[in-house]
């Protein structure tokens, strides 16, 4: 197997390359565009055939679908069966799989952050993307339903074992991995433990926003 993490600075977002080795197999998480190049060397490099292109969300701001990479590799773009991209793509529900070589990912659904987002569970290791941040949560002024949200990760991803490693969207101050047991126990977010005060804190407001007593985001893409 061959996993690997894409860091892009100025968005401090995480992408995901991850690949079958003996089958020559690979599939990009949450690939920016302005990256392609830098993704067709990594593939180039260990002589990889891209077959999907996964999207845990899309935001109706975003205009970079990563078709051209699909375009150009031949990969499929998959998406959550509630994503408003209307070009061509897979689109998976709850339970169903990705298979490339002998490795299979799972599709969890956990609309909140965008009413299309899921996460992707590949043998010990959850793809999360915005829906669950390390130490906290990410909130669309425009999109996301805190109430969601809330139900997605408490009963949906902290039911996961603990040992789990969580993968986000992006790093939280240069930290680019935690477990399900950190963030079920400490994460300031989730850890009052009452839907009720979720939804007090984080009632709408202008732009991306953590809890309070985090640090601010950084600029969102994803
Ligand atoms: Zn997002």
Redesign the pocket.
């Known amino acids: 197997m061959y996993f690997r993490q894409i860091f892009h600075s100025p968005s401090h977002s995480i992408g995901y390359l991850l690949a079958d080795m003996s089958a020559c197999d690979a599939v990009l998480i949450d690939p920016l565009p302005e990256q392609s190049e830098l993704l067709l060397a990594l593939l180039q490099e260990r002589d990889l055939r891209l077959l999907y292109v996964l999207r845990?969300?899309?935001?109706s701001s975003e205009q970079g679908h990563c078709g051209e990479l699909c375009r150009f590799t031949g990969a499929e773009l998959v998406v959550g069966t509630d994503s408003p991209y209307d070009g061509p793509a897979q689109r998976k529900g709850h339970g169903e799989t990705v298979v490339f070589g002998n490795e299979v990912l799972r599709v969890l659904t956990t609309p909140g952050?965008?009413p299309d987002?899921v996460c992707f569970l590949w043998r010990d290791r959850l793809f999360c993307?915005?829906t669950l941040e390390i130490g906290g949560c990410?909130l669309?002024a425009t999109?996301s339903d805190p109430g969601q949200l809330y139900d997605s990760v408490t009963q949906r991803l902290f039911l996961l074992p603990g040992e789990t490693l969580m993968f986000p969207?992006h790093d939280f101050n240069g930290r680019t991995v935690s477990t399900i047991a950190e963030e079920r126990h400490r994460n300031a977010a989730f850890s009052a433990g009452s839907r009720e005060r979720f939804l007090t804190a984080n009632a709408p407001r202008p732009g991306?926003a953590v809890l309070p007593g985090l640090s601010p985001p950084p600029p969102?893409?994803?």
């Open positions: 845990t969300h899309m935001h952050h965008t987002s993307g915005d990410r669309d999109q969207g991306h969102h893409s994803p």
